[in-house]
């Protein structure tokens, strides 16, 4: 028997040896595209997505220069300047980029705009940092644990759906002092996490079956190797989805707070802030209205419009199609 | 593993393992009762039909039963510990350290996202202090002993750039490059066509003599537990009905459906009209009959079978669930007996009517 097999083994490492030269003479070497680069590509084939990622990158730049170039232009008022026109010098030869004018107080419209940019942008990525974190947290022990303690952290979920969110936001504002970023930035994280906490729980408890996690626990992989290596990744396009509506979100609800006069105070800007302050000039100066409307509403669409392309781009089953 | 204090006597014994789901419907025994035992070194084939509790029976070795299901009575003394006491976190030591397992489907074990050197170095780094490179060499090296050709390319591929039969190698790499002193493999190769089945069995066959691994095989296909096995466990309805040596089952079964089972196997060499087969289904784990649970579907069904057959030992080493003697003759019940319990006893010699 044991004759047998030492013949039958040699055999085999023969043979091998044999193969194993073959194939590196003659084995079928194209090239092998990574995962990130088939997203790339993916990505760029979407143009909307392209789009969206374009304008949220030129308002972000637009939000990080501009108020550092202008310094404190945002908020410098100017008796004689009240609604001026246009200018990029003024009379004495200052360049001061005021493109959109000035508003009743004599403050530069762009700069302002600029900075109410970044204030709201600062709070959506802000905010959706806190629900993600939150929501993959307590997704992903609810999906990965189930049973009572899967019950439980849902009926949270439950109950904080259940609360109207705004009011909640007031609230907070108003418990914690208005006026502050990070109040509000706060009090938008702490409402807005349960889409995904539910997203991701409803992923992992299907991926909780899938074989290869079967396979990964069967070696003795501990729960939280599993869960960041073998279940978050999978699971990420409808979070990432999630986070970019959820940027989109913040800054509406932002903007509505601002708008409602609790807030960021006058003191700050922000385009809620700035809506609330035009609205009183809708008739007389529409522009105040429509500049910070329209800054709201490019950044709502092309956050939405980068959402959908990611979620497309890391569909790992998704393939280039050719063109 | 170190042999430093090496335990006498086999390597895995399952002493009386009971695993039960709690659903809706019930309790469903799917294993009841087990007992088998693994030596070093050794092949143990389980066999049986679907549903019959064999991947039950290997998930609750791993003890990687999920709710609605649970271990509710028995030991799985793996070298003389047992694996039911153990804390969550000493168990996970023992996975893919000690017992490693591979399953049924390679299109779906592994994960599409990573390399598969990625994940065989994870396994290794799991379980020995290396670092990423040295992990990452002792994956293409694994690669390299279950025969796959150009390791080290294949190493940085994903998944799906590999054929099944790869997978499948890919996963026993995996399973292997621990040194585990039990694999267990679940349909290792169900999933996949002849000729890459027979490849499959060759590199365990390989590994298994040069690692001294024990290997539990599952499997419904009894041409590959001839090949591999060296001892059988039949299962049905999650009891265990027959074992004995590979040599006994095949060649002197005594459990009326181990005869059934080899006899529905085609056969080249025989030229018969039709192949016999089991008639009727497994039934219904939420339905057992009373007594032998294949009693309605056995060809030899005596009255006795109302009542649960004894566990005898027919032959030394060869177990089987039945009434019938160990020359496979009906019992003698109550021979002795007088009156309406002689009318009863001969009533339980006849076959009774289907």
């Given at each position: ?18 193969e ?64 001026a ?57 609810a999906?990965y ?45 702490l ?48 979070i ?8 989109a ?23 809620g ?11 007389s100066?529409p ?13 709502v ?23 | ?23 809706q ?12 035992e ?82 065989i ?68 190769t169900?999933?996949?066509d ?56 095949f ?44 009693k309605?579907?056995?060809?030899y ?9 004894p ?33 009863q ?10």
């Amino acid at each position: 028997m044991a004759n047998r097999s030492e013949v039958v083994s040699a055999d085999i490492e023969r043979r091998r040896r044999e193969e194993a030269e073959a194939d590196s003479a003659e084995i079928d070497r194209t090239p092998v595209r990574t995962y990130w680069q088939l997203v790339r590509g993916r990505f760029l084939q979407n143009r909307l997505a392209v789009f969206g990622l374009g304008v949220i990158g030129v308002l972000a730049l637009y939000a990080i220069i501009i108020p550092s170039v202008t310094d404190e232009a945002w908020r410098t008022t100017q008796l004689f300047r009240d609604d001026a026109p246009p200018e990029l010098f003024t009379e004495d030869g200052k360049f001061v980029f005021a493109v959109l004018g000035y508003n009743e107080n004599g403050v530069n419209l762009f700069a302002r705009l600029a900075k109410a940019t970044q204030t709201s942008l600062l709070i959506g990525l802000a905010a959706v940092a806190i629900i993600m974190g939150i929501g993959i947290f307590i997704g992903s022990i609810a999906g990965y644990v189930g049973g009572w303690i899967d019950n439980i952290l849902m009926r949270v979920v439950d109950i904080v759906l259940s609360l109207p969110g705004l009011f909640v936001i007031l609230m907070i504002t108003a418990f914690f002092g208005a006026g502050n970023v990070w109040v509000i930035i706060f009090a938008i994280g702490l409402t807005g996490w349960t889409t995904a906490a539910r997203l991701l729980r409803a992923e992992f408890l299907s991926l909780r079956e899938v074989d290869y996690v079967q396979a990964a626990r069967a070696l003795g992989a501990p729960p939280q190797r599993i869960i960041l290596r073998h279940m978050l990744p999978p699971a990420m396009a409808p979070i990432v989805v999630a986070a970019t509506l959820g940027i989109a979100d913040s800054v509406v609800v932002e903007a509505s707070l601002s708008f409602l006069g609790f807030g960021l105070g006058g003191e700050s800007a922000s385009l809620g802030t700035m809506l609330q302050g035009a609205l009183s000039y809708f008739f007389s100066g529409p522009l105040k209205v429509i500049y910070p409307g329209v800054v709201l509403i490019l950044i709502v669409l092309a956050a939405s419009f980068l959402g959908d392309g990611l979620r497309d781009a890391l569909d790992p089953r998704q393939r280039v199609e050719a063109k | 593993m170190t042999a430093t204090a090496r335990h006498v006597g086999p390597l895995l014994e399952v002493k009386g393992l009971r695993t039960q789901f709690f659903t809706q419907d019930g309790v469903v025994k799917a294993v009841d009762d087990v007992t088998f035992e693994i030596g070093h070194g050794q092949t143990l084939g389980v066999v049986g039909e679907s549903g019959c509790g064999k991947s039950i029976t290997s998930l609750s070795v791993m003890r990687l039963i999920d709710r609605p299901g649970k271990i509710v009575a028995g030991e799985i003394l793996l070298n003389g510990d047992n694996l039911l006491a153990m804390k969550e976190d000493a168990m996970r030591d023992v996975r893919g350290d000690q017992v490693s397992m591979i399953f049924q489907e390679p299109m779906t074990s592994l994960n599409p996202v990573y390399t598969c050197g990625d994940q065989i170095a994870e396994a290794v780094q799991q379980h020995t202090a290396v670092s990423r490179r040295e992990a990452w060499d002792r994956a293409v090296e694994m690669l390299r002993i279950v025969g796959i050709p150009d390791a080290k390319r294949r190493a940085t591929e994903h998944p799906h750039q590999l054929s099944g039969g790869m997978r499948q190698r890919v996963m026993i790499a995996m399973a292997l490059s621990t040194d585990p002193d039990l694999l267990i493999a679940d349909e290792p190769t169900t999933a996949l066509d002849v000729t890459i089945q027979a490849q499959i069995l060759e590199v365990m066959r390989d590994l298994r003599e040069k690692n001294r691994m024990a290997i539990m095989l599952i499997t419904h296909d009894l041409g590959v537990v001839a090949e591999m096995a060296d001892e059988v466990v039949v299962m049905y309805a999650g009891k265990v009905v027959e074992r004995a040596d590979v040599r006994t089952v095949f060649g002197s079964p005594h459990h009326p459906y181990t005869k059934g089972l080899l006899l529905s196997i085609p056969r080249l060499d025989e030229r018969v009209e039709r192949l016999e087969v089991i008639k009727g289904t497994v039934p219904s784990p939420l339905n057992l009959p009373s007594g032998c649970l294949f009693k309605r579907r056995c060809p030899y069904r005596m009255r006795v079978c109302d009542t649960a057959p004894p566990y005898q030992e027919v032959q030394p080493g060869h177990f089987s669930r039945c009434w019938l003697t160990p020359a496979g003759e009906p019992p003698d019940v109550g021979a002795d007996a007088e009156g309406p319990e002689a009318e009863q006893a001969a009533d339980a010699l006849t076959v009774a009517p289907r």
